[in-house]
Nanobody, 124 residues
Framework: QVQLVESGGGLVQAGGSLRLSCAASGRPFSLYSMGWFRQAPGKEREFVGYITRSGRSALYADSVKGRFTISRDNAKNTAYLQMNSLKPEDTAVYYC?????????????????WGQGTQVTVSS
């Protein structure tokens, strides 16, 4: 299994930006499509977006489309989630996840490896 460690979370005002990183180790990063999910208190973990293992394609949840961008650097074994125009409803713990496949998935059950999560808090 690949090991994943997220970083970059924090407290930001509404309208601000954050960039989360997800560093992978243990297996070749380029074998995995990478997903981002988030979980707010009392809510289910929800899909945010994914990027294919080539990095050529990404898909986003409607709630973040146009504001969030996922990228990856296979040479650095790292995936990124750039979050702009943040809103209080974006407050959650954010998780990256790896899927041993070329294509991504919106279903969290399709991901075999997860990071520990990083807290993002957006104040109004």
């Amino acid at each position: 299994q690949v090991q994943l460690v997220e970083s970059g979370g924090g407290l930001v005002q509404a309208g601000g930006s954050l960039r989360l990183s997800c560093a992978a180790s243990g297996r070749p990063f380029s074998l995995y499509s990478m997903g981002w999910f988030r979980q707010a208190p009392g809510k289910e973990r929800e899909f945010v977006g994914y990027i294919t293992r080539s990095g050529r394609s990404a898909l986003y949840a409607d709630s973040v489309k146009g504001r969030f961008t996922i990228s990856r650097d296979n040479a650095k074994n790292t995936a990124y989630l750039q979050m702009n125009s943040l809103k209080p409803e974006d407050t959650a713990v954010y998780y990256c996840a790896a899927r041993l496949a070329g294509a991504g998935s919106t279903d969290k059950a399709d991901y075999g490896s997860w990071g520990q999560g990083t807290q993002v808090t957006v104040s109004s």
